[in-house]
T-cell receptor
Framework: RKEVEQDPGPFNVPEGATVAFNCTYS??????FFWYRQDCRKEPKLLMS???SGNEDGRFTAQLNRASQYISLLIRDSKLSDSATYLC?????????????FGTGTQLKVEL | GAGVSQSPRYKVAKRGQDVALRCDPI?????LFWYQQALGQGPEFLTY????????KSGLPSDRFFAERPEGSVSTLKIQRTQQEDSAVYLC?????????????????FGAGSRLTVL
C-alpha cells in the first residue's frame, strides 16, 4: 500500500463547477500536509498548506482529519486555468526531518 | 539565481551508459532534495542534503545512484550503468534556512527537472 493515496482521475468538470479531491495517508506520525499543483510537463508548485482547523484561500478549501488520516481539497467555481494535476503531500520525520511523500496526483480537466 | 536551475533539461542515454544531472539551487538555500518522477506518477523522494551533508538517502533505488553536494551549493545526481527503468524526470528542489521540521516544505521550490530517457 502506498504511503499517500489519491484517486488518479481524471475529473472532467464544466467551468463553474465545484470539485473535491480526497487523499489518505498511512503514516500516523506524519507532521505536515500540503497540496501541490503540477501543470503538464512542469514542476510541482505549492498550492496551499493544510491545517487541522481547515483553511481557505480564495476558491480553494483544504481540510485535514487526523483521526481518519484523510485530507481533502475543494475547488469552487472552477476555472479553465485550474486544469492541472493536484498532488497530495505529506511530510514526515525522515532522516533530516524533511522527507516529503507525494501521492500519484489527481488530474483535473475543466471544460467550457 | 532567481530559481532552481537543472541541467541538462533532456538527456537520452543508451542502456549501460553513465549520466550526471546537475542542480543549481537558489542562492542561500541550505536544503536540497532530489526526486524521481515516472510518467503518470507523483514525485518519489530520492535523497536530501542540508548544506554538504547528505542526511537522508533512503530513497535511492540502488547503488547505481549516487548524489553529492561537496560545497553545499550545486548538487550532482549520478546514475551509473543506466537501465530502462531509470527513465523518468529527475526533479531537484531547495528550501532556505529555517525551513526545518516546523516549516520546511512550504518553501520548497522545484526546478524544471531533467528528463532522462534510457534506450
Amino acid at each position: 500500500r502506498k504511503e499517500v493515496e489519491q484517486d488518479p482521475g481524471p475529473f472532467n468538470v464544466p467551468e463553474g463547477a465545484t470539485v473535491a479531491f480526497n487523499c489518505t495517508y498511512s503514516n500516523s506520525a506524519s507532521q505536515s500536509f500540503f497540496w501541490y499543483r503540477q501543470d503538464c510537463r512542469k514542476e510541482p508548485k505549492l498550492l496551499m498548506s493544510v491545517y487541522s482547523s481547515g483553511n481557505e484561500d480564495g476558491r480553494f478549501t483544504a481540510q485535514l482529519n487526523r483521526a481518519s488520516q484523510y485530507i481533502s481539497l475543494l475547488i469552487r467555481d472552477s476555472k479553465l486555468s485550474d486544469s492541472a494535476t493536484y498532488l497530495c503531500v505529506v511530510r514526515s520525520l525522515g532522516g533530516g526531518g524533511n522527507k516529503l511523500t507525494f501521492g500519484t496526483g489527481t488530474q483535473l480537466k475543466v471544460e467550457l | 539565481g532567481a530559481g532552481v536551475s537543472q541541467s541538462p533539461r533532456y538527456k537520452v542515454a543508451k542502456r549501460g551508459q553513465d549520466v550526471a544531472l546537475r542542480c543549481d539551487p537558489i542562492s542561500g538555500h541550505v536544503s536540497l532534495f532530489w526526486y524521481q518522477q515516472a510518467l503518470g506518477q507523483g514525485p518519489e523522494f530520492l535523497t536530501y542534503f542540508q548544506n554538504e551533508a547528505q542526511l537522508d538517502k533512503s530513497g535511492l533505488p540502488s547503488d547505481r545512484f549516487f548524489a553529492e553536494r561537496p560545497e553545499g551549493s550545486v548538487s550532482t545526481l549520478k546514475i551509473q550503468r543506466t537501465q530502462q527503468e531509470d527513465s523518468a524526470v529527475y526533479l531537484c528542489a531547495s528550501s532556505p534556512p529555517g525551513s526545518g521540521q516546523i516549516s520546511g516544505a512550504n518553501v520548497l521550490t522545484f526546478g524544471a527537472g531533467s528528463r532522462l530517457t534510457v534506450l
